[in-house]
């Protein structure tokens, strides 16, 4: 079959899991949680769970925004190599934040375990491989550093690399901890689950207005009902970038694409995710119903910009190198899109709170592994809350 889809992949899978009316009254609570993606599903959890009266809205379905396009790969490694990082924020914070990465994927593991959601979670080695013979270097001095802080990390010779996964590259890292999770699927049933249980959901609730009190939130929306809160969080992904005087990150479009179910993939690659060092990177991983899911070819995100003639284009390479990579297989792909997320200079998200915002909370887990970051904010904000301090609070704060 080929099918050259607008929608991602996630939501032709999935197709609308639950929907939710949109506000129709006033209400009052403590915290409203504003967007509905994998990261307010994740905070309004930990909100709801905690016994904070809490209200989601968005102005889209649930989930609907980057986290229905994400290839969903969960690794540590964030953008910024570590031994980069460290030259950006100190060695301290750059081992922490690595090592906080790690354990966010045993959160997350742990979380949908308890929940009992079924969201493809599959735990997977991750596989960066240099790009090209200049790259080599700059890798093989990453892998030392994370090695000498005690990361499980092996050095990939390219004759190993092509004995263990059958790809034709350059040497690269393996890396113990990984995973990757429909991620699209892990929020709706998370909000559902949360919703069954008294928490408030508004879908199609665009907002109008919102003023900031010393001691509360009020939130008009379009319709012209209003939301009271003592606090708003929010998860507003990318587009909450737009918000503020200063350019806190860059938005880029990239492009993805799924193949058909059974092409030869080799059992090797279920258990794995696979990256390069280019800059964009090319990024990979299988899909627990057996399909290679790859991504790639990013460039500067402008609004209705991403044509079909484009993104067309855009795939084509993205096959060429998924070809180049697996020489013996022929790629046959089933569904193609584009999706958008921010980048900011350090790879770090934004966590915390921000002067010209009173009462709100922002959880920006921005950047190519966003999902990790966006399940420390669920700590955080808590932290945040009660008035405690946390390393990464200074980390991921928006005047570093
Ligand atoms: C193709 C692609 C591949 C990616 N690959 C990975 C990957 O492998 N690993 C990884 O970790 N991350 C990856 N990312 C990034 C990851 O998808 C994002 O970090 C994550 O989905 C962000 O989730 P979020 O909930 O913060 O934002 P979103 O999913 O964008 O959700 C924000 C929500 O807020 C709502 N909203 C926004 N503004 C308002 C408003 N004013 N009022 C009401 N509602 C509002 C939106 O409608 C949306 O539903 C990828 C992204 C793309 C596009």
Redesign the pocket.
Known sequence: MELRSPE?FWLLKNGILYSYPSLQENVECDITV?????????ISHTLHRAGYRTVV???????????????????YEIDVPMHKLADMIGEEGAVTCYREGITSIEVLDLLLKKEKIDAGFERKKSLQVAHSEKSISDLEREYQYRKSHGFNVEWLTTKQIRERYHMETLPGILSDEGA?ID?FRA?HELINRNHHSGMQVYDH???KEIQYEPDHVKIITDDGFQIHSKRVV???????LRMFRKKYADVI????CVSEQSFGLYPQLKDL?IWDTDDPYI?M?TTDDGRLLA?GEDIPFKYNRVTEKMKNRKIDRLIKKIEKLFPSLTFIEDYT??????VTKDGLPFIGEHPDFPNAIF????????????VQGMDLVLKILAGEDDPLLHYYRFDR
């Open positions: 991602s504003i967007g509905s993606g994998i990261t307010g599903a994740l809205i968005d102005k889209r379905d649930v989930a609907n925004g980057s986290t229905s396009a994400t290839t969903s790969m969960l690794q990757s991620a929020a609730t665009p907002i929010f998860c507003t992904g990318f587009e909450t479009s990239t492009f993805a995710l990024y991983r991504g899109w584009a999706g958008a997320f921010g959880v920006l887990g921005l950047g190519g592994n966003g999902i990790t970051f966006s």
